[in-house]
């Protein structure tokens, strides 16, 4: 049966085909993202000029193109967006009992959790880590969840949200260095409706100029 949501979908990750999705259990429903050929879901994204104002708006719609059933586990292809360069980019993610998971396009017979669900604030979970260089160096990459349950308000509505960032730094000597990512807002059955960098208010956070968000608009789930 096909239902009609007000949603969106944006996912900051340049990934490939070719997962292999190891052996993971089944998801179990909720899901912090739904799954199906078909599903669609229309965005609003907004362009910001250097001085952090927006300066143009349009609309793109995101869908899952086809699914491969992979030693037992089905994965879902779609095209996703992409907030640091061209908007046309495509990724395959699956649903299990401890969240969304993708892979990476680097390490094609890698998959990793890339929303963790049920989730607690403070939770992450390590992706790459490199402590092999010279002595006092290190550097770690992988995702963090920032809070749950948080009232987000889109151009859909009102949704209660987990949010997602990357985390990514690194230490040489004693010189540390990281790097501020913009949050992803999920939606359990929903999926992500926000994406960008976005004060605790709501409001556009003027940290990287220019810059671009995506807010939800309006989806088709089957």
Same mark, same amino acid.
């Given at each position: 049966?096909?239902?009609?949501?007000?949603?969106?979908?944006?996912?900051?990750?340049?990934?490939?085909?070719?997962?292999?999705?190891?052996?993971?259990?089944?998801?179990?429903?909720?899901?912090?993202?739904?799954?199906?050929?078909?599903?669609?879901?229309?965005?609003?994204?907004?362009?910001?000029?250097?001085?952090?104002?927006?300066?143009?708006?349009?609309?793109?719609?995101?869908?899952?193109?086809?699914?491969?059933?992979?030693?037992?586990?089905?994965?879902?292809?779609?095209?996703?967006?992409?907030?640091?360069?061209?908007?046309?980019?495509?990724?395959?993610?699956?649903?299990?009992?401890?969240?969304?998971?993708?892979?990476?396009?680097?390490?094609?017979?890698?998959?990793?959790?890339?929303?963790?669900?049920?989730?607690?604030?403070?939770?992450? #979970?390590?992706?790459? !880590?490199?402590?092999?260089?010279? =002595?006092?160096?290190?550097?770690?990459?992988?995702? &963090?969840? +920032?809070? *749950?349950?948080?009232?987000?308000?889109?151009?859909?509505?009102?949704?209660?949200?987990?949010?997602?960032?990357?985390?990514?730094?690194?230490?040489?000597?004693?010189?540390?260095?990281?790097?501020?990512?913009?949050?992803?807002?999920?939606?359990?059955? #929903?999926?992500?409706? !926000?994406?960008?960098?976005?004060? =605790?208010?709501?409001?556009?956070?003027?940290?990287? &100029?220019? +810059?671009? *968000?995506?807010?939800?608009?309006?989806?088709?789930?089957?």
């Amino acid at each position: 049966m096909k239902r009609s949501l007000l949603l969106i979908f944006a996912i900051p990750v340049l990934l490939a085909a070719g997962c292999n999705n190891g052996t993971g259990p089944p998801a179990q429903s909720p899901q912090i993202m739904p799954l199906a050929i078909g599903n669609e879901w229309i965005g609003q994204v907004t362009e910001y000029n250097t001085q952090g104002n927006p300066d143009s708006t349009r609309l793109d719609t995101l869908r899952i193109l086809k699914s491969e059933v992979v030693n037992g586990e089905t994965w879902y292809y779609m095209n996703v967006f992409w907030i640091y360069g061209a908007d046309t980019n495509h990724g395959w993610f699956t649903n299990r009992s401890d969240g969304l998971y993708t892979c990476d396009s680097e390490h094609f017979a890698q998959s990793y959790r890339y929303a963790k669900y049920p989730a607690t604030p403070g939770e992450w #979970v390590v992706i790459l !880590q490199n402590d092999s260089g010279p =002595p006092g160096y290190w550097s770690i990459y992988g995702r &963090t969840v +920032d809070t *749950t349950n948080l009232s987000v308000t889109v151009p859909a509505g009102i949704f209660q949200c987990d949010v997602y960032s990357i985390v990514s730094a690194s230490q040489d000597w004693d010189v540390l260095t990281s790097v501020a990512t913009p949050g992803e807002y999920y939606s359990p059955n #929903v999926g992500l409706v !926000q994406f960008g960098y976005f004060n =605790p208010d709501g409001t556009h956070n003027k940290f990287a &100029t220019p +810059d671009r *968000t995506w807010q939800l608009v309006h989806a088709i789930l089957h």
